[in-house]
């Protein structure tokens, strides 16, 4: 493996003399098809031209091989995963919890958090504790839930609505700011 700037899982490729197989499929530098050859004449191919052979479909039967400049590849290929990293979305799960007694100013407390949150672009996961004899009354955690809803609901829209996971309720709300 390789490790370029942060950047890495790029797949080593055997290269010249690494390449076990007796005949390989060979492409020429130039894209084109050469055809099936030994390894010792694709090597001397390699050779002439001043650049690497190397093994790109492994798998194959028998194994396709390159003749490439290798260093210039593997930069290529590193530049490649860059740019699609740069181009992925990250979302991040927040996570708020409350119990099903909170009170009015705390909860109007988490919402200013949730509601930072979400302006941020990340999702939420809101959840509501229960302890001991707050289990028979569950439906005083759907009502807490609710409420943290309507503050919050100009800011994001629910994913998954409210369900009792053991001890735990838990909301999905997910962002609806545009990027």
């Given amino acids: 493996m390789f490790y370029f700037g942060g950047v890495n899982k790029i797949k080593e490729l055997q290269i010249n003399e690494e390449i076990r197989s007796n005949e390989v499929r060979l492409i020429g530098k130039d894209g084109e098809q050469v055809g099936i050859v030994p390894i010792n004449k694709a090597l001397d ?13 492994p798998n194959a039967k028998p194994p396709v091989c390159k003749i490439i ?5 593997k930069y290529e290929m590193l530049k490649k995963e860059k740019e699609s990293k740069k181009k992925q979305n990250i979302i991040n799960i927040k996570e708020i919890r409350m119990t099903p007694n909170i009170e009015r100013h705390d909860l109007q407390t988490k919402a200013n958090s ?21 289990m028979d009354r569950t439906d005083s955690g759907k009502e807490v839930l609710d409420d943290f809803y309507e503050l919050v609901k100009d800011y994001g829209e629910i994913d998954k609505k409210p369900k009792l996971e053991g001890r735990f309720m838990t909301m999905y709300v997910n962002s609806n700011i545009e990027e």
Avoid: M, P
């Avoid at 509501?128 to 707050?134: D, P, S």
């Fill in 45 to 57: 191919l390699a050779a002439d031209a001043g650049l690497d052979l190397v093994e790109v479909a």
């Fill in 114 to 134: 949730a509601i930072k949150f979400l302006q941020n672009g990340d999702r939420l996961k809101i959840s509501v504790r229960f302890r001991g004899r707050e």
């Fill in 69 to 73: 400049d290798y260093g210039k590849h």
